[in-house]
């Protein structure tokens, strides 16, 4: 059996819980080993060791990035933070998982997919949806022409808002890159990529409590 990617991982919170799901049994296995987690919540730290026990809690995202024992980082922070974790780990010769989106401006995006090209490193992005056994059957039989030739497609997805974190609301957040990435991740893979945008925005729930108070 070949040895197993050693992982690094910047961000805690409630998407990292998902992750450890995917990651425990691989850990199990001997495919994969969390060499070093970081997040500033230092309860956040303490829990995702009690996961990963042999995992060491890193003092910040840098020497987690700068640790020459991991292969791959997985980059799980908040959004304004992606692309610039996800540039300097790139460019220390790591693996690169990150959650969406991949970066909040697309010249930060575009210098991304530039190093990417240039580099024998795999750079992941979230959404997994390409991945998903129902979206590669669907782009099968799309694609062997089996519903005809594909004029228009319309995908629905959303909610109201977190309630228990306030970054949705700032910039660097909103809908389109907490859930409309998903439906264009979803129609560029089975249209090809966007051509022409037109946005229309409103406001669904005018007044939003948080944390219980106005």
């Not at 997919?113 to 997994?128: G, T």
Request: glycine share 10%.
């Amino acid at each position: 059996m070949s040895a197993p990617v050693r992982i690094g991982i910047i961000g805690l919170g409630r998407v990292f819980k998902r992750y450890a799901l995917v990651l425990d049994p691989l850990v199990r296995a001997g495919r994969a080993e969390v060499i070093s987690v970081y997040d500033p919540v230092a309860q956040m730290r303490d829990e995702a060791v009690e996961l990963f026990p042999g995992a060491v809690q890193a003092s910040g995202p840098d020497e987690i990035i700068a640790n020459p024992d991991i292969d791959a980082i997985l980059i799980l922070t908040s959004m304004n933070e992606h692309g610039a974790l996800t540039s300097a780990a790139y460019q220390a010769g790591k693996h690169v998982l990150v959650e969406k989106p991949l970066a909040t401006s697309l010249d930060e995006a575009a210098e991304l997919v530039r190093l990417s090209q240039q580099s024998d490193r795999l750079l992941v992005c979230a959404p997994h949806v390409l991945l998903a056994p129902t979206y590669r059957e669907m782009y099968r039989r799309l694609k062997a022409g089996e519903i005809g030739d594909v004029k228009l497609a319309r995908a629905l997805y959303g909610w109201s808002g977190p309630w228990w974190g306030e970054w949705f609301y700032q910039p660097g957040g909103g809908a389109l890159f907490d859930l409309g990435v998903y439906n264009v991740t979803s129609l560029c893979g089975f249209l090809g990529s966007v051509k022409r945008v037109t946005a229309l925005v409103g406001t669904a729930i005018k007044l939003k409590l948080m944390g219980g108070a106005q």
